[in-house]
């Protein structure tokens, strides 16, 4: 082969390889770059995990420390309402009154023969000895809202009674109402805390195709409610209105109005039948 040709084919060869040198050293800093470049990203989202870490480290010490203190609640909240179940027990558990709790509702049922004669409305001594005993316990937990329901079995009031009332409804209002005055009244509970509930024959406890069903039935419900009601409209039950003749000035009360007038000054009269 000619001098010149090999000269030339020489020249190319280095040419070429020159070429594909700097191909590669180009390729190579593309790569160092591409790597510099997600070496940058990994660092900043590497800062960013460590923000939002730390971020969410506070946020789980706020919400262990609340539920710290929300277990304590909970715990001091059931303590006092088993002291409340045990007092109230103590006191006052017959076969004429039972105790129950239920969803943070501690209910007082009081038997009406207690409280009240036959188809009337003025407490008894033994029913106004009752609700003191009642009171000392309430006294303790003055941050409870208290409703005290009245309730009848299902012998309707045929003729006037007389005190004046002429249905259930206004029997069991006027009963609950009777106690709520005479807790405020006599046994100094804040009228704030309390409302009378008429539930006339409505919720029986009992059988009232039975005598036993009807007496047990005949009840005043003292039912303290648990402290997060406290201004709220959550536990009321029964029959409700906005006027109660005789309302004792200051106390809400939900109570049906009593039919017939004022208790105290309702002309009697003879005859029918009254729960």
Request: glycine share 8%; charged share 20%.
């Amino acid at each position: 082969m000619p001098k010149p040709i090999l000269v030339t084919a020489g020249l190319i060869s280095v040419v070429l390889l020159l070429a594909l040198a700097a191909l590669q050293i180009h390729q190579s800093s593309q790569a160092r770059e591409q790597a510099e470049a997600a070496l940058r990203q990994a660092l900043a989202d590497a800062e960013a995990f460590r923000a939002t870490n730390s971020v969410l480290a506070g946020e789980i010490s706020t919400l262990q420390e609340q539920s710290t203190q929300l277990e304590a609640r909970l715990t001091e909240a059931s303590q006092a309402r088993d002291g409340m179940l045990q007092k109230m027990q103590s006191e006052l558990e017959s076969k004429d009154i039972t105790i129950t709790e239920l969803q943070g509702k501690l209910t007082v049922n009081i038997l009406d023969r207690v409280l009240f004669d036959s188809g009337q409305a003025t407490l008894k001594s033994e029913g106004q000895a009752v609700l003191l005993k009642v009171a000392q316990v309430l006294s303790q937990y003055p941050k409870r809202s208290i409703q005290v329901v009245g309730h009848t079995d299902n012998v309707p009031i045929r003729v006037r009674t007389v005190e004046g009332f002429t249905d259930n409804w206004s029997l069991s209002a006027g009963r609950a109402l009777a106690a709520v005055r005479f807790l405020v009244d006599q046994a100094k509970v804040d009228p704030r805390r309390l409302s009378a509930v008429g539930c006339g024959e409505f919720k029986p406890v009992a059988d009232n195709s039975t005598v036993e069903g009807r007496s047990r039935s005949r009840r005043i419900s003292v039912v303290v409610l648990p402290e997060e009601w406290v201004g709220s409209d959550a536990g009321a039950v029964g029959r409700t209105t906005n006027s109660v003749p005789g309302k004792v000035p200051g106390s809400p009360t939900n109570a049906v109005p009593i039919k017939g007038g004022d208790p105290a000054t309702a002309a009697p009269k003879e005859g029918g039948a009254v729960p």
